[in-house]
């Protein structure tokens, strides 16, 4: 069985950071493609950031120098560093997995709130 568990979220000062963290069981994690998307109240959920297997990165242009995504196969964890983050950042963060053979996985999502 497919588990993705994010951590990390809360509420933070404007200008402040917070470290998301996504723990991926019952998945051949190191061929995975991992991504982080938000969904704001009233709005699409929308691509952050991807990190592909052999560790290419891809940014939404928002979250360009603020947010990096990173990856250990080892722990089969993914992590989304977000600094300078700003009220317009506030939204559940998802992540997602789409494994080798195509198949795509979502967690239950973790709450950011930024306070202006």
């Known amino acids: 069985q497919v588990q993705l568990v994010e951590s990390g979220g809360g509420l933070v000062q404007a200008g402040g950071s917070l470290r998301l963290s996504c723990a991926a069981s019952?998945?051949?994690?190191?061929?995975?493609?991992m991504g982080w998307y938000r969904q704001a109240s009233g709005k699409q959920r929308e691509l952050v950031a991807s990190?592909?297997?052999?560790?290419?990165?891809d940014y939404a242009d928002p979250v360009k120098g603020r947010f990096t995504i990173s990856r250990d196969n080892a722990k089969k964890m993914v992590y989304l560093q977000m600094n300078s983050l700003k009220p317009e950042d506030a939204a559940v963060y998802y992540c997602?997995?789409?494994?080798?053979?195509?198949?795509?996985?979502w967690g239950q999502g973790t709450q950011v709130t930024v306070s202006s």
């Open positions: 997602k997995t789409t494994t080798h053979t195509g198949m795509s996985f």
């Open positions: 990190v592909t297997n052999r560790g290419g990165t």
């Open positions: 019952g998945i051949i994690f190191s061929p995975s493609r």
